[in-house]
């Protein structure tokens, strides 16, 4: 049995299994041990507690137990009883202590003053940003208003509850968020596939036989759509049960040492290798024969991939005939098979065919909705009942005509929209837990913009390189103080799991969750606009403020798919029923559910909408361009997150370095040795960075991670500032992104090199 340290259990924190398993004999001398404990309480001695919470850094949703003491953490550890996670923690959920304790996390708001960073009152902020904002929208209209929403969002309950009636309030028509520097093409192909745009397909990882990754480092990520806990442990498993896994990725990254196969790729060619596999695929008349009914297929599918033979893109795509033919082969006589494409394959010029393409080949192949395929996870919230379908190019952003989707313009206008002149030139801006100015494309650009802005308003936890340009920043509490339900990433997970905390500690005074700053703000908002309508608005607010952020996620839990009547719990989960199984509930592997599931009108599978087929056109012209002599492509840390999380001296050092990786041959080509200080260029900027040669990059390809570049004076960042590293986004490209989708297109951007 593992040992545990004895703890007095929290109000939410169930007995552990192992304190079950202790024998009757023991009884007598815990109770004595209880009542020590109890008696040195009551002498004023803190004792450790063990409380469960889930990690909110990445989308993995780890289990943790952290040991406390008196406000101070003791101990992280993985919760062995998690059934989704099983006791994985990484380095970053251990640091999730230095978070909490980091000086320079910001406590109280605070106003930027010709004589520098001033504390304001929770009141004076909420009514100063209100007239602010308002004065702006009124004077010129809703699209001079901006909106930002930044990653951290989607893994913090609170702000994602809230943000939809604060956005109301604000009533800003120019938003954006951190989607079109990721996951859009997975949304846009959902939504015309499936008919929601959050209808994304999850590789079972449990049940397969053949895991393809494209574009995807899990080893340092953890996965992304597709929330799976300690990945590795999940790849080793299907090896171990004769399956097989193969990476595509111009890199040689620490997940394809661990698996069977790598396939080099050359950056921002995916789209012609998936082309040439569905050719391959319509070449056998029995593929579409063996579809299943719900699935539509155009006429003449077969015409629009003739040009897509295995010999017409070997030489784009660096893959060979062979090396192509046996991939598909495989993966068509594999028992269980799933193609999972990411980040590599979605920021870039054809991210949005790409990910299209890589569902139709798991629906030819027979892999979607299938057990070991591509399936569709049933959270315990169905958020799909609450959030609209989506919709796309409904209207178009001011300056480029680029096309909204769900209502968000693509981040690569929003410098554009900012710095151009004209009716509806932005000029007032909200940021929440975004970092754009380290996360979008020509973040220079964007820099100018914002220090021009008439208001600025940033809701986030660090003075950093995007909210130094705000005019009031409004922190919100530690992520230890706020309740934690991964509404978005149950919802995108391998396994059917649900699990809620109520957060570790409790807040300081005058310490805000983003549920309070939000709906305060909004209500601010609504009574600064005045009228009837915003009247009704604002006491529908008032109303979701009484009622509070459980009562809201208990109907999502009594409302789902295991609340009452259905399911196998007695009376239907609860959210008291979560509250009280703090390890939560495991509702086991995916099942099928097509079409039933479906969201399009005719519950049939749109196997090739219009939209896409169009775009092949582009494809197609992209098969006899030259490759550039030199590409940009991206890298993630396991020590890291994204822009955020370098101001923790536990995640100091290690493989995470802000370095230059190119490949021999490129090195001694531009007389580099490893080591040395090198100059990359792009069409936007240039960055100084070391080399860090090897043979594990493709030839022709640079990678440089994002999210660095913390040698700003006016952020306060002091660790960061340490070890600044520079970031690659001076160098990405806001003119490059995918035409279909809006999408930025952060990997494959052209580059040159010299030494420094
Ligand atoms: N070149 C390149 N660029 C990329 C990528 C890439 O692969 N290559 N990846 C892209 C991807 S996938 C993403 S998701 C984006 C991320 O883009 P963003 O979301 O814009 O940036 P982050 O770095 O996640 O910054 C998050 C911000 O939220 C703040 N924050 C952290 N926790 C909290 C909290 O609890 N509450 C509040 N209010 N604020 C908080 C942080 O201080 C920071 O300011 O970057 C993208 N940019
Ligand atoms: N440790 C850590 N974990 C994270 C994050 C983090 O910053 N750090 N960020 C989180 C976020 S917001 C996200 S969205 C996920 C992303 O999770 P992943 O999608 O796993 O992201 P990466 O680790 O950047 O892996 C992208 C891979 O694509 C490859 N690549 C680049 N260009 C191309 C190309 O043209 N074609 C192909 N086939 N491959 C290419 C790169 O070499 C890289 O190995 O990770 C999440 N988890
Ligand atoms: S893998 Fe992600 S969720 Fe798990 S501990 Fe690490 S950062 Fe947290
Ligand atoms: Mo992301």
New binding site residues.
Partial sequence: MRAKTLTLSTRYHKASDSCHLVSLQALPFLSQLFTLKVQLLQLGYAMPTTTNKTC?ICEALCGLEITHEDGHILQIRGNTRDPLSEGYVCPKGIALQD?HTDPNRIKEPLQRTKGGWRVLSWDDAYAESATRLTQIREQYGRRALGL??????V??IN?SLAIRPFQQALGAKSKF??TS???LPHMFAAYHMFGHQLMIPIPDIDRTELLVIMGANPAASNG?LMTSPNYMKRLNRLRKRGGKAIVIDPRYTETAKRCDQHIPIRPGTDALLLASWVRELLEDPTTTKRLPTWVTLPDKLKEYFTVYTADAVAERTGISVETQRTLFRTFKDAKRAALYTR?GVC?QEFGGLSTWLANVINILTGRLDEPGGVMFTTPAIDLLKFLPPGHFDAWQSRVRKLPEFGGELPVVTLAEEIDTPGDGQIRGLV??????M????NHQRLGKGLSNLDFML?????Q?E??KHADII???SS?LE?PHYGLVFHALAVRNTAKFDPGLFSRPKDSKT?WEILLELAEHLLRAKGGFANRAQALALRGMKYAGLEKILDFGLRTGPYGFGKGSIPGGLTLKKLIEEPDGFDFGHLVSKLPEALHTGDKRVQLAPSAMLCDLARLETSLNANNPQLVLI?R?HLRS????LHNTTRLRGGSRRCTAMIHPDDAEHHDIQNGDLCVVTSRVGHVKVPAEVTSDIMPGTVS????WGHDDTESRLDVANEEPGVS??IL?DDTLFDELTGN?S??GVPVSLEKA
């Fill in positions: 909110h978070l930002y929403l930044g990653n951290p969002n893994h913090n702000a968020s951190a520097v990721d996951q992304s980040i920021t940021t929440i837990a975004g970092n754009p380290r996360s979008t494309p940033s809701v986030d936890i660090y950093n995007t909210t409004l922190p919100s992520p706020r983003e991206g993630r997150n994204n822009s955020w440089i991670p994002h999210g690659v986004n990405t930025a952060l990997n």
